[in-house]
């Protein structure tokens, strides 16, 4: 794990996770995409997402005052139908119905229970500070047996903006001091496993970690992540104590 050198830090005490990409894997839906479309699933699948990440950013970006904003739940139908038409695929509208409920399912990764088993614990909150619709994310929290270990579910709906506005994880920050009045932002461990989320956390104020399972290199700009590691497990030296975070 990497931290940025001569930094002294306030103790960790509270974490937000990303949801799409970190707790849930958004390319599980390759599967059913490929019984309806073979050898071409996992293209629909990474188009799909690279849409959908696209889609919320240009709503965010083309107005501030939300008057464009679309629930995440329409951008990731819209994406889809785009992916498959660049792709020359036949969407019709059993498919289409079909991949996006397999969206609101999506594989959880297997070693989130136990580390949220942890957090819990060490008397930590920890919850979820995503994109997703409220609904989305409280049906794939459902889905992957989590509920009762996650809370708060922190989504980007009353802003009508998207991530990385720093709007969102202000609010993230403001949801949390509600039980934590004296919270600060560098004592909050945001997660993710988007490397332009971390970033965009970490710009904010956030202590960031890069969950990076795939190995890929970090974004060229500054700064860099807090901390990185490969799964999720590799947080949780990070969080020992349950009065702050060793070596935090």
Same mark, same amino acid.
């Not at 965010?60 to 792709?87: C, E, I, K, N, V």
């Given at each position: 794990?990497?931290?940025?050198? &001569?930094?002294?830090? #306030?103790? +960790? ?5 990303d ?10 839906? @390759?599967?059913?995409a490929?019984?309806r479309?073979? /050898?071409r699933g ?23 005052? /939300? ?9 990731t139908?819209?994406?889809? $139908?785009?992916a498959?038409?660049?792709l020359?695929? !036949?969407?019709d509208e059993?498919a289409?119905?079909r ?6 399912h +999506?594989?959880a ?7 949220l088993?942890q ?5 930590l909150? !920890?919850?979820? +500070?995503? &994109?997703g619709? #409220? ?9 992957a ?10 989504s980007?709906?009353p802003? $009508?903006?998207?991530? #990385? ?5 202000q609010?993230?920050l403001?949801?949390l001091r509600?039980?934590? #009045? ?10 993710s496993?988007? /490397?332009?989320?971390?970033?965009? @956390? ?9 969950? &990076?399972?795939?190995?890929l ?26 009065? /702050?975070?060793?070596d935090?």
């Amino acid at each position: 794990m990497d931290k940025l050198p &001569n930094r002294p830090r #306030p103790p +960790l005490r509270a974490v937000l996770f990303d949801a799409y990409g970190t707790l849930f894997d958004v390319y599980s839906v @390759a599967a059913s995409a490929e019984q309806r479309f073979p /050898g071409r699933g996992e293209a629909l699948a990474r188009l799909w997402r690279d849409k959908q990440l696209e889609y919320s950013r240009l709503v965010s970006m083309a107005d501030a005052g /939300g008057r464009l904003y679309q629930p995440f739940w329409d951008l990731t139908r819209a994406s889809l $139908r785009h992916a498959a038409q660049t792709l020359g695929l !036949a969407l019709d509208e059993a498919a289409e119905e079909r991949l996006m409920n397999e969206y609101r399912h +999506l594989s959880a990764y297997p070693e989130n229970r136990r580390v949220l088993q942890q957090l819990r614990a060490l008397g930590l909150p !920890a919850g979820i +500070l995503s &994109n997703g619709d #409220p609904a989305m994310i409280a049906v794939a929290v459902k889905s992957a047996g989590i509920a009762d270990l996650i809370d708060p579910l922190i989504s980007v709906g009353p802003l $009508r903006c998207y991530k #990385p506005d720093p709007r969102v994880y202000q609010h993230g920050l403001e949801v949390l001091r509600q039980t934590r #009045p004296e919270l600060q932002a560098r004592q909050v461990l945001f997660v993710s496993s988007n /490397g332009w989320d971390v970033l965009g @956390a970490t710009w904010f104020g956030f202590t960031s970690f890069w969950l &990076n399972r795939a190995g890929l290199p970090r974004e060229t700009l500054d700064p860099p992540p807090t901390h990185e590691g490969r799964r999720l497990d590799d947080l949780l030296p990070l969080l020992g104590d349950p009065g /702050g975070a060793a070596d935090a």
